[in-house]
């Protein structure tokens, strides 16, 4: 139900976005070099991409990596002190990053169904641009199956996230960010493994880059 959930509302919202800005924001930069600068207010902003992620802990030795696509969105609020920026973020995105069991282990498959972080971010702002950090907590819905047993475990996965971009000011409507970030999720028991290979964490690398406006 929750992923669910989350999957109508990430999709929709991202989507209603993008066709938004498609036909209604002027895609051209400005030149003007007193172009007004406004880095503080809320910032919405969708992503797609296609990662793989990589596993780790003993469950790594019998399960390739799952790789797949994501969908989501970004709920920013920045606030600029002098040439600082100080804000939190929030992402959620549903995940279609699957796969199977490693060499001898075909009974196994793992399906990442969604992940979602909790941030801080520091910019620092010269003229058009922003160089910002960010960092926080991170959560993820990780399924293993095994077809041979008829087994499955679902694991909601903590660990931490930090990352890094910048953003440059386009126009009066337009922002362009571009950023990477590191998801380091905690090892956590599942059953529908064997005994010897029940730990299983993973590690997630990502890039993001969009047009955003702050309002």
Do not use: C
């Not at 895609?27 to 991409?49: E, H, M, N, Q, R």
């Not at 960092?135 to 930090?162: C, H, I, P, Y």
């Not at 990352?163 to 922002?175: A, Q, S």
């Amino acid at each position: 139900m929750r992923s669910a959930l989350k999957e109508a509302l990430s999709a929709a919202f991202a989507l209603a976005l993008l066709v938004t800005r498609a036909y209604a924001v002027n895609l051209y930069p400005t030149v003007d070099a007193d172009l007004p600068i406004k880095w503080s207010g809320f910032v919405v902003a969708p992503y797609f991409g296609y990662e793989t992620m990589k596993l780790k802990g003993a469950g790594a030795d019998v399960l390739d990596d799952p790789k797949g696509w994501r969908i989501g969105a970004e709920l920013d609020y920045d606030y600029q002190i002098g040439s600082f920026v100080v804000g939190v973020a929030g992402d959620a995105f549903y995940t279609w990053y699957d796969g199977n069991g490693a060499a001898a282990h075909s009974e196994l498959s793992s399906r990442l169904f969604d992940y979602e972080t909790v941030r801080g971010r520091l910019g620092y702002t010269f003229g058009r641009w922003m160089l910002f950090g960010t960092g926080g907590v991170a959560f993820g819905d990780l399924e293993v199956k095994n077809a041979l047993s008829g087994a499955a475990d679902r694991q909601m996965l903590t660990g931490w996230t930090a990352g890094g971009g910048f953003e440059w000011v386009w126009n009066n409507e337009l922002t362009l960010r571009g950023e990477v970030a590191h998801i380091d999720f905690n090892q956590a028991k599942f059953s529908s493994l064997s005994t010897p290979t029940q730990e299983l964490g993973a590690n997630l690398d990502l890039f993001k880059i969009d047009f955003i406006s702050r309002f």
